[in-house]
Structure formats: C-alpha cells, structure tokens
C-alpha cells in the first residue's frame, strides 16, 4: 500500500509541478502559487471532517507548520525555476535533494541505512553535478537560458527534503491534521508575500483553470504522501515520491519539445539510479 500511495504522490507532484511551472511562464510565480493553494485548499477543506479520523494535538499542528513553512518556500522556488529554466533539468536536482535528505537526517539521528542506500545518495550526488553541468561545455546547440533555474531547484530540494521529514514526525494518530496545518501555513505565508510585494492576483488571460488544476493536484499529493507516510518508512516512502520529475520530464518533452544534452542526459540515468538505490536500500 504504502508504495502505491507513494506512486501516486509522485504522479501528482508532477503533473502538478508541470502545469505549475507552465503557468509561472506567464504569470508572477507569487500569483500562481498563492491562488493555486487557494483554489486547492477549498476542498480539502471541505473534504476534511469527512475523511479526518485522527485526534487533533498541539504537537502535530507544530510538525505540520514547520512542514507548510517549507513545502510553501520549496513551491516558490521550485515553480520559479520551472519557469526560468528547462524543467527537465530543474525538476531531477530538486528531487534528487529531496530523496537524499531524509536518508541523511535518518542516518544523524541514529538510522543506520544499508550499503544500498548510502551508495544511492553518493550516487545521486554525482546526478546533481552532472544535471546541472553547463551546457556551453558541450558541442550540442542548447537553449542559452538552460543553466537557469539551477539555484532555485537546490534551495528547493532542501525545502522539499525538510517538508518530507517534518510531515513525517507529527506521526499517524493526528490523522489528516497535519495536513491541515501544512496548507494553513504554508497559505498564510504566501499571503503576507503577496501583500508585502504587492503582486496583482488577477491570472493572465487562458490561465486561470491551469493554475486551478495545479493547486488541485498538489493537494491530492501532499494526501497521498501523508497517507503513504503511515504505511511506509520514510526513507522509502520519500525517495519514491521524489521520483515525481519522471512525470514533470515526460509532460515536458511532450508538450514543450524539450531535449538535453547528452551529458545531462547521463545526468538523469544517475539520478534514476541514485533513487532507485536509496530505495531499495
């Protein structure tokens, strides 16, 4: 069950990170995300007393608000660099970072993961090198604004990273509060930006029902992680859903013809590999 659910997280947080980003191309990445949670948090929570089976704890909402502090930080940049750079560059190294970090916060914390999966975050570390190597380095003809998006997609990764352990620690009885929390906070945070930098919330012409559909999916992910979370250990329910880019890469090259340079290319099979190893580790 819990690899299911994990599956799911990660089809979700694709698709929904691909549509994200697309609709970050024309609009204000502050815009898209804030009405994005506020179109995907009207069912959530009207969904919640009918699906909610846990005990409310001030301790869990503390997890969860650490949690939506850093998921709303890790989808601003992550939404910032989709839209500056190539997503099936961006997309990998934030995700390689999010599947490593727990497997290194378990690991400090008194975890002791096996061979595997510590040579998986050695390789996914080697993934991040190559991925976000420059392309004018290579004899191909690149797009020039690829290297964009590469600062964002680190400081994204760590966010995402952080968001899986928080979210985790609150645990399985405060049911679907966490949750709760997450988009509460994560909300609020948003919005003091948006008042702070005055950014106009209108959405661009055609845009509205994308960014309605991203706010929509990224709820139903951050559903099927927290449920996998109570199935799963963390060290594999994480690194699964990390494997959200192959999602976000295939939507990518199919509907904005992307392609890569080899380099990156052998880049992506390193981050494959690193997952896959911290997985199955």
Not at 95 to 108: H, I, N, Q, R, S
Not at 222 to 240: E, Q, W
């Amino acid at each position: 069950m819990a690899i299911l659910l994990s599956i799911a997280a990660a089809l979700t947080y694709g698709a929904a990170d691909f549509v994200g980003g697309l609709m970050s191309k024309r609009n204000e990445v502050l815009r898209v995300v804030f009405v994005s949670q506020l179109l995907g948090n009207i069912p959530l929570f009207l969904a919640f007393p009918l699906v909610n089976d846990g005990a409310m704890s001030t301790e869990a909402l503390l997890w969860g608000a650490g949690a939506g502090i850093a998921g709303g930080t890790g989808v601003v940049l992550l939404y910032r660099g989709l839209a500056m750079g190539r997503m099936s560059v961006v997309a990998p190294i934030t995700a390689v970072e999010a599947a490593a970090f727990p497997v290194l916060f378990g690991l400090a914390t008194g975890e002791r993961p096996s061979e595997t999966a510590l040579i998986g975050v050695g390789v996914a570390i080697v993934a991040v090198a190559l991925i976000s190597r420059a392309p004018e380095n290579s004899s191909e003809e690149v797009d020039p604004t690829a290297r964009s998006g590469v600062a964002e997609a680190l400081g994204a990764g760590f966010a995402f990273g952080a968001f899986f352990i928080l979210l985790d620690g609150a645990g399985d009885e405060p049911g679907m509060w966490p949750l709760l929390a997450v988009r509460a906070t994560s909300f609020v945070l948003l919005g003091a930006a948006v008042v702070a930098t005055r950014v106009p919330l209108k959405p661009a012409a055609g845009t509205f029902i994308g960014i309605a559909v991203a706010g929509v999916l990224d709820v139903a992910a951050n559903v099927f992680y927290l449920l996998s979370t109570r199935h799963g250990l963390l060290s594999l329910v994480a690194v699964i859903t990390s494997m959200y880019p192959a999602m976000t890469v295939l939507l990518a090259r199919l509907w904005l013809k992307e392609r890569m340079v080899r380099v990156q290319i052998v880049g992506l099979g390193f981050a494959a590999m690193g997952i896959t190893l911290i997985a199955t580790g």
